[in-house]
């Protein structure tokens, strides 16, 4: 099966709903007029990134008319949103939907939610606790949002859950710019395990990350699509708005995986058995540091008492 997937990599208005939500209809529409057949849109590209205390105010509950409107959008084609969800118990997510034939077919949660730096995410939103893969009217599909893959697990999971392609929604912004280098750190490093985690797993990575400026922090876009040999197959410009279109031809995973059957091989019940070991050692560890400093204390007791 072959798809035409599109990435909107836009300059989303921080904390404005109506406006995003403009955004997200022109680029709807253009995705249509292409010919797509799967759009991604940015990590809460629905919102702005920098949120901090007005997360409530933009969060989305299950009955939320923006959702409505999404869901109705994707009767044109499916996508993926970047938005605020609100949960029953009013927790708030950074959270990734994939919104297809007029439903909500499958949200991640985002799971590692970086506090280091410039990044106040686990200050704000609450972390997602699962990966799941799930399915499509394209095959088996994974969402991470942004900070996940730089944690090897979760693409790990979501390889060995079946999935073909990881559709990752970004707001990475500009870090460790050096005068001799095209691009700054993170491009560079982001654009490594994308070809990395591709190659070795694989599948597909389509990488949509946003541009624009939020508090005199730079995105620095460069969206791309990476195909399972570790080849770039589309690229978007870098630090400005663009639309990327290429066609994926699924049938590669399983000729790349035919050639190189890791996934085959992967022993799982060796990984859980030795997670399970390194779970638990710290906690003997700490047990037979206590018992040795009670030992200390009664020995300490006795000479006293001598």
């Known amino acids: ?14 904390g404005d709903l109506d406006a995003n939500m403009r955004l997200y209809k022109e680029n709807i529409r253009r995705a249509t007029k292409e010919a797509a057949d799967l759009l991604l849109f940015p990590e809460l590209s629905l919102t702005g990134y920098y949120l901090r205390d007005t997360v409530p105010n933009v969060a989305l509950t299950l009955n939320a008319a923006e959702r409505k409107t999404l ?12 938005l605020v969800e609100e949960s029953a118990d009013h927790r708030f997510f950074n959270a990734a939907v994939y919104f297809e034939k007029g ?32 399915d499509s009217k394209f095959g088996r599909l994974a969402l991470l949002v942004c900070e996940d893959l730089w ?7 979501a390889a060995l859950d079946g999935a073909l392609a990881v559709l990752c929604p970004s707001a990475s912004p500009l870090r460790g710019i050096v005068d001799a280098q095209a691009q700054d750190d993170n491009a560079r490093y982001w654009e490594m395990i994308n070809r990395t985690y591709a190659e070795t797993y694989s599948l597909f990575m389509v990488y949509g ?43 590669s995973v399983r000729r790349k995986r035919t050639m190189s059957p890791l996934l085959r091989d992967e022993d799982i019940d060796l990984t859980i058995n030795e997670l399970m070991r390194i779970r638990e050692r710290p906690a003997a560890h700490f047990v037979q540091k206590l018992k040795g400093s009670k030992v200390q204390r009664f020995k300490a007791s006795k000479k006293r008492k001598r």
């Open 71 to 82: 869901k109705e959008l994707s009767r044109e084609l499916p996508f993926v949103a970047g």
């Open 209 to 251: 990350n946003r541009c624009g400026f939020e508090d005199g922090v730079g995105f620095w876009g460069g969206s791309e699509i990476v195909d399972p040999f570790g080849q770039r197959i589309a690229k978007a410009k870098y630090y400005e708005e663009d639309f990327l279109v290429a066609d994926i031809a699924l049938e």
């Open 151 to 157: 944690h090897p697990s979760t693409i790990y999971l």
């Open 1 to 14: 099966m072959s798809i035409r997937i599109a990435i909107a990599q836009i300059n989303p208005k921080l």
């Open 103 to 134: 439903e909500i077919r499958h949200t991640h949660r985002k799971v590692y939610l970086p506090t280091y730096g410039m990044f106040d995410e686990q200050r704000y939103f609450a972390a997602g606790d699962r990966i799941r893969v799930f």
